[in-house]
């Protein structure tokens, strides 16, 4: 069946407000579980609660706290939040507060899993460490979305973003658990504690609608909402959950959080794709699985949309957007090789929303990631990971990978078989974490990347600011699409494809409407014929005046060479494809790229090829095509 997708209907406002269809503000009020009585977590005098939950895991989660009894809390230097405006290093803030942040995580679920208060001094230390800073906000954030606009925090700004929200639900829970324990210390320990995340996180959420994630004061129908929603409602939740007394107040609480993760799902897509790539799907489509999660018990269970489809579609991307040993589709800022231990939070997502693909999907990335029980700041993740971890171990089912997915309004063409994963994109150039891409694609043999999309670097100030598209990584011209009269695809919601078209073993856009006006291309249909092992490659183009010779990208990597005119070979972890082209119609350049940014060598090692295949003419008119045989 032909699948067709206009993207002008990409990222389009829908009002569907799933949950606040299932409920109003009156009726939330009178359901709401007071007094911490939804938590389905042991108490911390239930000793034997504890031996269950952690189970085989407890010395080993004793361990990692044993290994901090002497830990030395770091200071984060004003230097040190000054150095992202000198220089755009976030690291340099960043490391010794997540440091920290792990340290307690870690202190925290040792002491809940042996019960003896032999880390609670300790962990004491850190509570006070940390409200004795000036904010719990990242430099980054700071410098883009606190009040001062600057990365040096300023008192009592409180800025609400990602880390200080995960800070402040950490600390919720530490509250809810040592603060008894604490007062045997010293009782202002827990006062500082609960007026600090009061202060800090509580009050600001109810009192501003101004941040941008939160989706009351922007245009919903045009400014982007992406992660930052379900991520930042889930800490705002979890924390008034466990903190709030006053029942008005939770209630204000809750409602203002269902309203922003209404306005999230009513802006992205509704096909579930993540158009931030896999490597996001841990705080998009994970978050709001855990914000659901603890939606359903603050209302004792009578609020709950694991039955929409869009909730199980984004839960599925996760599974269908996976190629093997590792690897994935990683278009825009997702690694291609993610390190990332999901695959207890899939199988939990699966069982909710009654998807046995994704629980099947889960059991298999079991085999490939290893499960971590070292505790992070996300504990009530860690928690979720304790109470589910002998079922999901035990659960074993054949996974059955798709075919053929498509996703009509992100513009996601995947498929594989016969050896082969091929997974091509359109839609438009400013998607959340955007790379300058429409109409890409990738190609994998068995699940070895052929044909790459390189990712993205280390995170610096450069990477979230208009100076964002002078990163190499970014630009469309290292991305697998042509060069049109010398111009590369311009970044902009109205640089989008047209025409797109989506079957089993075909894909085409027009991606004309990519590139700006100096390009001088009126239409530009590129199109994918995928049999087997061999993907055929067509442009067909009509230019308003050839200007400069196209170019025809393909980026790679391992040994690449020419074979001769109108072959190019290429080799990668014992995988043989060969590229071939009119040999009298193109120049093939091999061109080298070293890499020196860790976080790409790590993925790619020391070096990637482009091969730019420049045509010898210039033509106002014309097709060209090529192929990649496996």
């Not at 007094?35 to 010395?59: L, Q, S, V």
């Not at 324990?181 to 995340?197: G, N, Q, V």
């Amino acid at each position: 069946m032909l699948m067709l997708s206009l993207s002008l209907t990409a990222s389009a406002y829908v009002s569907r407000d799933h949950i606040q269809n299932r409920i109003g503000y009156k009726q939330l009020k009178k359901i709401l579980v007071l007094d911490r009585a939804w938590n389905p977590y042991p108490a911390y005098e239930d000793r034997e609660g504890w031996d269950r939950m952690t189970g085989e895991h407890k010395a080993e989660i004793i361990s990692y706290g044993e290994e901090l009894l002497s830990y030395r809390w770091q200071v984060v230097k004003a230097t040190d939040y000054i150095e992202f405006e000198r220089s755009g290093s976030r690291d340099v803030m960043e490391n010794p507060y997540r440091e920290n942040m792990q340290a307690i995580a870690c202190l925290f679920c040792a002491e809940l899993a042996e019960g003896k208060g032999r880390f609670v001094p300790q962990i004491a230390d850190g509570v006070f460490h940390f409200c004795e800073m000036s904010s719990w906000a990242l430099s980054a954030h700071l410098y883009k979305f606190s009040d001062a606009r600057t990365a040096m925090p300023m008192k009592d700004d409180n800025t609400l973003e990602l880390h200080q929200g995960d800070l402040s639900q950490l600390f919720a829970w530490i509250y809810h658990y040592l603060h008894e324990e604490f007062d045997k210390l010293h009782p202002e320990i827990s006062r500082r504690l609960k007026t600090e995340i009061t202060h800090r996180e509580m009050d600001p959420y109810l009192e501003r609608e101004d941040y941008w994630w939160m989706g009351f004061t922007r245009d919903r129908h045009i400014d982007m909402m992406n992660n930052w929603t379900p991520w930042c409602s889930l800490n705002a939740l979890v924390t008034f959950m466990l903190m709030e007394d006053d029942p008005d107040r939770l209630a204000r609480a809750v409602w203002k959080s269902i309203q922003s993760v209404d306005y999230y799902l009513n802006f992205i897509q509704e096909d579930g794709g993540i158009e931030e790539g896999p490597i996001y799907w841990n705080n998009a489509a994970g978050k709001l699985y855990d914000y659901l999660t603890a939606l359903k018990l603050i209302t004792g269970g009578k609020v709950s949309i694991f039955d929409v489809a869009q909730v199980r579609e984004m839960g599925e991307y996760i599974a269908k957007s996976y190629v093997g040993d590792g690897w994935v589709v990683n278009f825009a800022d997702s690694p291609a090789r993610p390190t990332f231990r999901n695959s207890a939070l899939v199988y939990r997502y699966g069982k909710a929303v009654g998807s046995e693909f994704m629980m099947t999907y889960a059991a298999l990335a079991r085999e490939v990631q290893d499960i971590s029980y070292k505790p992070s700041e996300d504990v009530f993740r860690f928690f979720e990971l304790l109470a589910y971890d002998d079922e999901f171990n035990s659960y074993e089912a054949e996974y059955v990978a798709p075919s053929y997915t498509w996703y009509p309004e992100t513009a996601f063409h995947f498929q594989q078989g016969a050896g082969m994963f091929f997974a091509a994109s359109a839609g438009h150039n400013d998607q959340s974490h955007n790379h300058n891409d429409v109409g890409t694609f990738n190609l994998y043999s068995g699940s070895v990347p052929i044909i790459i999309d390189v990712g993205v670097g280390t995170y610096t100030r450069q990477t979230f600011s208009d100076e964002r598209y002078g990163i190499w990584t970014m630009q469309s011209g290292y991305h697998n699409v042509p060069v049109i009269n010398g111009v590369n695809q311009k970044d902009g919601r109205e640089y989008e494809a047209r025409e797109v078209v989506s079957r089993q073993g075909f894909f085409s856009a027009d991606i004309a409407g990519a590139y700006p006006q100096e390009a001088g291309v009126s239409s530009w249909v590129r199109s994918y014929s995928i049999r087997k092992n061999v993907i055929e490659i067509s442009d067909s183009f009509v230019l308003d005046e050839a200007k400069a010779p196209n170019e025809i990208v393909f980026m790679t990597w391992g040994d690449v060479r020419i074979v001769k005119d109108g072959e190019v070979a290429i080799a990668v972890g014992g995988k043989d494809a060969l590229l071939t082209y009119a040999g009298d119609a193109f120049d093939a350049v091999i061109e080298p790229i070293a890499l020196e940014d860790p976080k790409i060598v790590e993925m790619w090692g020391d070096g990637i090829v482009r091969v730019r295949l420049v045509a010898q003419k210039m033509q106002k008119k014309a097709k060209y095509r090529f192929k990649i045989t496996l």
